[in-house]
């Protein structure tokens, strides 16, 4: 079952090492099966060296296990949350690196201060208020999920235009259309947050990015309009 997205899903994991992105078993990817309603993720606690591809999990959308021999990720119930309530999010990654986590653990946004930022996120990176208690003794992956969802549609934020937030105290979550797509966005988030500790460590009240270079350096590389890289062109 879903032979194709369990190798994307497991190199996807694997590239997740390859960029320094975690420690030991910190982190996972998943990818999605839209039309069948199921994801595959990285089973929970499995050492990346040890992981094959046979040992992807297919789990549907309320976290049940579909298919696999060994249990999911922990975060599994957060994954299926974040797929359930954004229809275009393809892959999600979660990791524990290190700068995106400094901001997560202070409990700060990651304000947009120069391009490279802006190649990628329109805008402030948000970070999401701690659980409750309640919700921590409910479910705390699923609310963990809720929590992703209430930051997004209260701060009115499109999740594909801004893929990605902290977890206050936590870490970095990144999705995209797809698993390989979603860790870039979590190599860049990891970027932009050491550039804009130091950034802010040499000038403390730094300015965000002006609003007319953060449009143009993202519109450029998204929307109809864009114009970077290159375009298929029709043969005649």
Not at 175 to 198: D, I, M, Q
Request: glycine residues 8%; aromatic residues 10%.
């Amino acid at each position: 079952m879903l032979d194709k997205l369990k190798e994307e899903v497991y190199l996807a994991n694997l590239e997740l090492v390859k960029q320094n992105l975690i420690k030991y078993t910190w982190g996972n990817v998943s990818g999605v099966d839209r039309e069948q309603e199921v994801f595959v993720i990285k089973p929970s606690g499995v050492a990346y060296d040890k992981l094959k591809v046979e040992d992807m999990v297919v789990c549907d959308f309320d976290g049940n296990v579909v298919e696999g021999k060994l249990s999911p990720s922990s975060d599994t119930k957060t994954h299926a949350i974040i797929y359930k309530n954004f229809p275009e999010v393809g892959g999600i990654v979660h990791t524990h690196s290190q700068w995106a986590t400094i901001y997560a653990q202070a409990g700060k946004p990651l304000t947009a201060y120069g391009t490279t930022h802006a190649d990628t996120f329109y805008g402030s990176v948000p970070c999401a208020r701690f659980l409750t208690k309640e919700e921590i003794d409910n479910d705390y992956e699923r609310e963990t999920g809720n929590v992703i969802v209430e930051t997004f549609r209260d701060l009115g934020l499109d999740e594909m235009q801004v893929p990605g937030i902290l977890l206050n105290g936590h870490g970095p979550f990144t999705w995209a259309p797809n698993a390989s797509e979603a860790v870039y966005n979590a190599v860049v988030l990891e970027e932009v947050a050491k550039t804009a500790y130091f950034s802010q460590l040499l000038t403390p009240n730094l300015e965000p990015l002006p609003q007319a270079v953060l449009d143009k350096h993202y519109l450029r590389k998204h929307g109809k309009d864009s114009y970077y890289g290159q375009k298929e062109k029709n043969n005649e």
